[in-house]
T-cell receptor, first 113, second 119 residues
Framework: QQQVKQSPQSLIVQKGGISIINCAYENTAFDYFPWYQQFPGKGPALLIAIRPDVSEKKEGRFTISFNKSAKQFSLHIMDSQPGDSATYFCAASKDNAGNMLTFGGGTRLMVKP | DTGVSQDPRHKITKRGQNVTFRCDPISEHNRLYWYRQTLGQGPEFLTYFQNEAQLEKSRLLSDRFSAERPKGSFSTLEIQRTEQGDSAMYLC?????????????????FGPGTRLTVL
């Protein structure tokens, strides 16, 4: 059972454009939603994270939008740059259950110059 | 470098051999996690430790897999009698535990991974 579904699988955006990646989850016990960025040959690196008591969190060019009733959350990358080209993973966990992260399938982002 | 380190970075082995990987977490972190990532997929949770205690194991972790964190610092993941299906990237992550006080005490910091190829 895939508890976190991520879309699209791949995304091509022009430099300066907005990249949008969506995730949907099933388990209402999830209460921590991070996004990770992964470059080839590297481990995932935490980008930004949110708890369900807020609907939006912004850090620099990265924004998470969260819709608790729809059980969906998304990552927006503003002014996308070629250096943002990477694979992005959404994830979710239940704090009180030991923080085991359940990851989405990933989105491969390519930002064209 | 104070990040999570893993050794070796690459391991090629023949089917049936045993392999062991090591993870050194960020020094002040008391939680340590192992994940497995196959090509084109997101990481899948395997197991985690709070200090030296192994608190959770995924059903993905067959009897051929064993993990230890003997002194609550570094951890090892051993795979016995490797199979071709074990070929994957094995990722280690660490985090603070409850009581740290930060907003996201469970932020997990990942190492670069060990890529295992079973021939």
């Amino acid at each position: 059972q895939q508890q976190v579904k991520q879309s699209p699988q791949s995304l091509i955006v022009q430099k300066g454009g907005i990249s949008i990646i969506n995730c949907a989850y099933e388990n209402t016990a999830f209460d921590y939603f991070p996004w990770y960025q992964q470059f080839p040959g590297k481990g995932p690196a935490l980008l930004i994270a949110i708890r369900p008591d807020v609907s939006e969190k912004k850090e620099g060019r990265f924004t998470i939008s969260f819709n608790k009733s729809a059980k969906q959350f998304s990552l927006h990358i503003m002014d996308s740059q070629p250096g943002d080209s990477a694979t992005y993973f959404c994830a979710a966990s239940k704090d009180n259950a030991g923080n085991m992260l359940t990851f989405g399938g990933g989105t491969r982002l390519m930002v064209k110059p | 470098d104070t990040g999570v380190s893993q050794d070796p970075r690459h391991k090629i082995t023949k089917r049936g051999q045993n392999v062991t990987f090591r993870c050194d977490p960020i020094s002040e972190h008391n939680r340590l996690y192992w994940y497995r990532q196959t090509l084109g997929q997101g990481p899948e949770f395997l197991t985690y430790f709070q200090n030296e205690a192994q608190l959770e194991k995924s059903r993905l972790l067959s009897d051929r897999f064993s993990a230890e964190r003997p002194k609550g610092s570094f951890s090892t993941l051993e795979i016995q009698r490797t199979e071709q299906g074990d070929s994957a990237m094995y990722l280690c992550a660490s985090s603070h535990g409850p009581g740290w006080g930060a907003e996201f005490y469970n932020e997990q910091f990942f190492g670069p991974g060990t890529r295992l190829t079973v021939l």
